[in-house]
């Protein structure tokens, strides 16, 4: 088996320990981190498709989705831009409630790669601290990723809240996440909406150039 299969078959599995390593090796064979990138993401829509028929359960899940990540951390240094193409500043988080973050992740990896300072706040934010973090780092972009239909409705309270605190208009407000439409993103008042991390790093991009 090749050291992509073997990541592919250990993300599954969640064997993290195995996937760092394998990561690394994948490396330093010369593999790309776009090649790894894609394996990564192919091996969580495997999973993905058990959960749905229900093969697999959350516990399974949870620990494929720690492996993921583990392998992002190694992969993401290579993406990121040198200190002159800087082209501003986002704060990301997954909103209240929702515990998704690898759709997160990617996103914030593919602006990092495009030359944004990106401010992680983590998942379950609420509207109250994506304010504070609009106060405290003054972002051209505030991003916000949902993944359950229960949960999406945070991104208007959030949008609300921005508003209410004068905080609305100097910022772009961009949201994503399986659950989203473009139809969404309108009737919430959301600026831009992306279903992929590389196309939500290209509109980004296009936002503020
Ligand atoms: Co959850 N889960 N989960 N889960 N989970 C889904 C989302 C679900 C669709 C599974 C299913 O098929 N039933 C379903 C949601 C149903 C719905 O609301 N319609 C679901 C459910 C129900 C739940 C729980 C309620 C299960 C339970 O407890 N019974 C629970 C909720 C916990 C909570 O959040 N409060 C739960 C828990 C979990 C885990 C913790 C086990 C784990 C998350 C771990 C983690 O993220 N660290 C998990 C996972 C991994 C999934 C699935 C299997 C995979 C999600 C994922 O990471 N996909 C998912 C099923 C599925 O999607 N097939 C499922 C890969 C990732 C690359 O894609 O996040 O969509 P995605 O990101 C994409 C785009 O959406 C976009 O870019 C990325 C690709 O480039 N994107 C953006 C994302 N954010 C963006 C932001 C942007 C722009 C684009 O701009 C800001």
Do not use: W
Not at 18 to 24: A, D, E, S
Not at 136 to 161: G, W
Not at 194 to 207: G, N, V
């Amino acid at each position: 088996m090749d050291t992509l299969n073997e990541i592919s078959k250990y993300v599954q599995e969640g064997q993290s320990i195995k996937v760092r390593k394998l990561t690394i090796s994948a490396l330093e064979k010369g593999y790309t981190y776009q090649q790894i990138l894609e394996t990564l993401i192919t091996a969580m829509d495997i999973i993905g498709n058990k959960f749905k028929k229900n093969k697999v359960y959350v516990p399974e899940v949870l620990i494929a989705s720690r492996a993921f990540n583990i392998a992002l951390d190694i992969i993401s240094p290579l993406v990121d831009p040198n200190m002159s193409t800087y082209i501003g500043k986002v704060v990301i988080g997954t909103v209240e409630g929702d515990l998704h973050d690898i759709g997160k992740n990617l996103v914030k990896m593919m602006m990092v790669g495009t030359g944004f300072e990106v401010i992680d706040l983590g998942v379950d934010i609420s509207p109250k601290k994506f304010v504070e973090a609009v106060r405290k780092y003054k972002p051209d972009i505030v991003a916000m990723s949902a993944l359950l239909t229960t949960t999406m409705i945070t991104m208007k309270n959030t949008i609300k809240l921005l508003e209410e605190e004068g905080l609305r208009d100097n910022i772009t407000i961009f949201i994503g996440g399986a659950p989203i439409t473009s139809n969404y993103a309108r009737t919430i008042g959301a600026d831009i909406y992306s279903t992929d991390a590389a196309s939500a790093a290209e509109l980004a991009k296009e936002i503020v150039s």
